[in-house]
């Protein structure tokens, strides 16, 4: 079931990464063209998320204040957040959407590339999908430590950056969780990436490069 909701999904881009090597003719660089194009697409709505998530951490002062003085009054509390929101021109679901638009994508796109062959059916990805690129042998299978290595330290970069961007309350419990999913996050990819196709962890590791050239231009927005 989840496969054939995905495949709706993947069978397009499956499309794009089959057109993207008969020009190519070379699976591990049609990967990377192929993870630039998707995550240029995606950027707009990505920067619109963090943009979202860094304007909440600049009104989390204020929140709290509101929090604190009407705390034994829901329904003022609720009108009082709401007056704010609107003062300040903020929607709190704003950051929400893009989050949900991007989320199907990502999925399409590990279901494509863990099983290419199942989405495209020109017999030529047949065998491209097991060519050698740089170090690895064989796309199709598993790198065991650099891809993955390198997809993990990606994802830790990235991830603290957004933190980053956002205003911490350490007597917030999510503001705990948040600190232990900034180590755990990047070691449970480290541990994917070594299991799954090494064209997975390829595509892995240059989207989040991208996410942190992404977060390095937004926070040079921010600060403007």
Same mark, same amino acid.
């Given at each position: 079931m989840y496969i054939t909701i995905m495949g709706y999904i993947a069978r397009p881009m499956g499309m794009l990464l089959n057109l993207l090597y008969e020009f190519i003719q070379n699976y591990g660089i049609t990967l990377i063209v192929f993870t630039i194009i998707i995550k240029l697409l995606l950027y707009p709505l990505y920067a619109h998320q963090i943009k979202s998530t860094a304007r909440m951490g600049d009104l989390q002062p204020k929140i709290k204040a509101?929090?604190?003085?009407? &705390?034994?009054?829901?329904?003022? !509390?609720?009108?009082? $957040?709401s007056e704010l929101y609107k003062e300040e021109?903020?929607? %709190?679901?704003? =950051?929400? $959407? %893009?989050?949900?638009i991007q989320m199907p994508i990502i999925f399409g796109l590990f279901v494509l590339l863990r099983n290419p062959m199942t989405f495209i059916s020109n017999p030529d990805m047949m065998l491209a999908v097991h060519e050698t690129f740089l170090w690895i042998s064989d796309l199709s299978q598993p790198d065991a430590w650099i891809l993955p290595l390198g997809a993990g330290i990606t994802t830790y970069i990235s991830f603290s950056q957004t933190q980053s961007q956002t205003t911490v309350d350490p007597n917030n419990p999510m503001s705990s969780m948040t600190s232990i999913m900034k180590y755990f996050f %990047? /070691?449970?990819? /480290?541990?994917?990436?070594?299991?799954? %196709?090494? =064209? $997975?962890? !390829?595509?892995?590791? /240059?989207?989040? &490069?991208?996410?942190? !050239?992404?977060n390095m231009r937004l926070n040079k927005l921010r600060k403007k």
């Amino acid at each position: 079931m989840y496969i054939t909701i995905m495949g709706y999904i993947a069978r397009p881009m499956g499309m794009l990464l089959n057109l993207l090597y008969e020009f190519i003719q070379n699976y591990g660089i049609t990967l990377i063209v192929f993870t630039i194009i998707i995550k240029l697409l995606l950027y707009p709505l990505y920067a619109h998320q963090i943009k979202s998530t860094a304007r909440m951490g600049d009104l989390q002062p204020k929140i709290k204040a509101i929090q604190n003085k009407f &705390s034994h009054d829901k329904a003022m !509390l609720n009108e009082k $957040l709401s007056e704010l929101y609107k003062e300040e021109k903020y929607n %709190p679901m704003s =950051g929400c $959407l %893009p989050m949900l638009i991007q989320m199907p994508i990502i999925f399409g796109l590990f279901v494509l590339l863990r099983n290419p062959m199942t989405f495209i059916s020109n017999p030529d990805m047949m065998l491209a999908v097991h060519e050698t690129f740089l170090w690895i042998s064989d796309l199709s299978q598993p790198d065991a430590w650099i891809l993955p290595l390198g997809a993990g330290i990606t994802t830790y970069i990235s991830f603290s950056q957004t933190q980053s961007q956002t205003t911490v309350d350490p007597n917030n419990p999510m503001s705990s969780m948040t600190s232990i999913m900034k180590y755990f996050f %990047p /070691v449970m990819i /480290v541990w994917m990436g070594r299991s799954f %196709p090494a =064209g $997975l962890a !390829l595509y892995w590791f /240059v989207g989040t &490069s991208m996410q942190i !050239l992404f977060n390095m231009r937004l926070n040079k927005l921010r600060k403007k």
